[in-house]
């Protein structure tokens, strides 16, 4: 079948097995496992699944309630996003840094379904905030919304495991919708990298997935599926590719396990792009 364009990513039922995965580590974890270091500088275990809990109660406030958006507060202070952004998430975890674990896990337990009933009851197609993880400047449909939401907890969910020396997620259907969300992410925010409108770019996970990057004129476009005689293909293994394509390894640690295939140039300017967009 030749491949089509890729098009919206249903993530209700990944976000429901992806927190009950979630509050299962938590449950498991040791009193000093609470207080290891993560790759989040600023914040320990405890710091980081307290800012997941910060992420439910705005999304829901915001999103489903209608709340003002209480990172406008901090954008009143600095003119940098980032800066704001960076201030609301230290501000709420410094401020409910006195729960105890077991409480911050049944309120996650409790908030997670929330989310989930959320996402699925609103019309997926319906524009809300903006995700700039697809490129967006405007208002984007909830799917999108919901996917970047997957996306975080993805990454966070596995910095925690790593603080704790766990392995990463092999759940399969996990791992696929993971992939097929780095790989829409890659797509609107890979530069044009020398490549002629008609070039055609595979990135394919070995045993798992595949994708076509193909280039237009106006941009790169993602198809679902690998052509049959790209003008690349850059390859990663299915065992290291959700950590590879979504923020758990360095730049040149992701570069360290693309391989290319096909016309080298290209191949390796694109590898060289996706490690810049995927690495932490």
């Known amino acids: ?35 290891r270091p993560t790759e989040c500088p600023a914040w320990d275990v405890q710091g980081v699944a307290a800012h997941l809990l910060g992420d439910d109660l705005s999304l829901l406030s915001r999103q489903r309630d209608g709340a003002p958006q209480g990172l406008l507060r901090f954008l009143d202070a600095t003119p940098s996003f980032r800066a704001a952004l960076d201030g609301f998430n230290d501000h709420w ?10 409480l ?8 997670g379904p929330w989310t989930a009933d959320w996402y699925a009851a609103v019309d997926p197609l319906s524009l809300g905030e903006p995700v700039g993880f697809f490129g967006a400047t405007g208002p984007s449909p909830y799917w999108q919304i919901a996917a970047r939401e997957y996306g975080e907890r993805w990454i966070h969910h596995h910095q925690i495991l790593r603080a704790v020396e766990r392995p990463a997620i092999g759940d399969t259907s996990l791992l696929s919708l993971t992939l097929a969300l780095a790989a829409r992410g890659i797509t609107a925010h890979l530069r044009d990298l020398g490549a002629h409108a008609g070039d055609t770019v595979v990135l394919a996970v070995d045993g798992l997935a595949a994708w076509t990057l193909l280039r237009q004129d106006d941009g ?61």
């Open 93 to 102: 975890v410094e401020t409910i840094g006195f729960l105890g674990p077991r």
């Open 1 to 35: 079948m030749a491949p089509r364009p890729a098009g919206p990513l249903d993530v209700v039922d990944v976000l429901r097995a992806e927190r009950a995965l979630f509050v299962e580590l938590l449950r498991s974890l040791k009193a000093v496992d609470w207080r």
């Open 220 to 280: 790169w476009h993602l198809l679902d599926g690998a052509e049959a005689q790209p003008t690349s293909v850059v390859r990663v293994e299915a065992g290291v590719a959700g950590t590879a394509l979504f923020r758990g390894m360095s730049a040149a640690e992701v570069e360290s396990v693309l391989t290319v295939e096909g016309n080298p140039e290209l191949g390796r300017r694109v590898a060289r792009g996706i490690a810049a967009l995927s690495g932490r």
């Open 104 to 111: 911050l896990v049944d309120l996650l337990e409790a908030t």
